[in-house]
């Protein structure tokens, strides 16, 4: 059962989300996918917060279905650092940061790191272009709704692409919003796999 949420924190994620669904909902579909020239995106400064232990939310309660077609619950995850990205295949950034993301992923899944997209409001079949032309080995969750996007509320994702880096308390350690590189996120990833 999800926890009980207070109404003003409710409302202010409705809201939050609200204004990431209208953001990206601005143009036709027409024209996207990998190599579309669609530009329905929030677009973020690639600005980067870090959280102290003590402030830290967390988001255990996040489960979804993977692009394949099977379930994923965050909370498996535990005791690992995760890296979360949210992205779209006709989001022209997050076809940018994608060789960054794959790159971290590879480098760092030996120290126990593991790595989750979240395909936002996007059709399943361009999602799946998306990750065969980039190569991404790495498993993604189909939100085409914003459900699982919703349950990040605490500290919300705002921009397509984002990415959350949670510590292995399933914390958010770290936030990126906009395009990451890999000078950008590698650190991010190496200092939390190095807490205690």
Same mark, same amino acid.
């Given at each position: 059962m999800s926890p009980r949420i207070?109404?003003?924190?409710?409302?202010?994620?409705?809201?939050?989300?609200?204004?990431?669904?209208?953001?990206?909902?601005?143009?036709?579909?027409?024209?996207?996918?990998?190599?579309?020239?669609?530009?329905?995106?929030?677009?973020?400064?690639?600005?980067?917060? *870090?959280?102290?232990?003590?402030?830290?939310?967390?988001?255990?309660?996040?489960?979804?279905?993977?692009?394949?077609?099977?379930?994923?619950?965050?909370?498996?995850?535990?005791?690992?650092?995760?890296?979360?990205?949210?992205?779209?295949?006709?989001?022209?950034?997050?076809?940018?940061?994608?060789?960054?993301?794959?790159?971290?992923?590879?480098?760092?899944?030996?120290?126990?790191?593991?790595?989750?997209?979240?395909?936002?409001?996007?059709?399943?079949?361009?999602?799946?272009?998306?990750? *065969?032309?980039?190569?991404?080995?790495?498993?993604?969750?189909?939100?085409?709704?914003?459900?699982?996007?919703?349950?990040?509320?605490?500290?919300?994702?705002?921009?397509?692409?984002?990415?959350?880096?949670?510590?292995?308390?399933? *914390?958010?350690?770290a936030r990126i919003i906009g395009a990451t590189t890999?000078?950008?996120?590698?650190?991010?990833?190496?200092?939390?796999?190095?807490?205690?």
């Open positions: 207070s109404p003003p924190r409710a409302a202010t994620a409705a809201v939050a989300l609200c204004g990431l669904l209208a953001g990206c909902a601005g143009t036709s579909a027409s024209g996207s996918g990998p190599d579309g020239g669609d530009q329905r995106f929030i677009s973020g400064d690639g600005n980067v917060t *870090r959280y102290e232990p003590a402030g830290r939310k967390s988001v255990q309660d996040v489960t979804g279905e993977r692009l394949d077609g099977t379930s994923f619950k965050l909370s498996e995850l535990k005791g690992k650092v995760v890296v979360v990205n949210f992205w779209a295949s006709w989001c022209a950034p997050c076809r940018g940061e994608a060789p960054s993301l794959e790159q971290v992923h590879t480098e760092s899944k030996g120290q126990g790191v593991e790595f989750v997209g979240v395909n936002f409001k996007d059709s399943k079949a361009n999602a799946q272009a998306f990750e *065969r032309k980039f190569k991404i080995t790495y498993p993604s969750l189909f939100d085409a709704d914003g459900q699982v996007t919703l349950a990040f509320r605490e500290v919300p994702p705002s921009a397509i692409p984002s990415t959350l880096v949670l510590d292995r308390q399933g *914390r958010i350690a890999y000078s950008k996120l590698n650190p991010l990833v190496a200092k939390t796999v190095q807490e205690k």
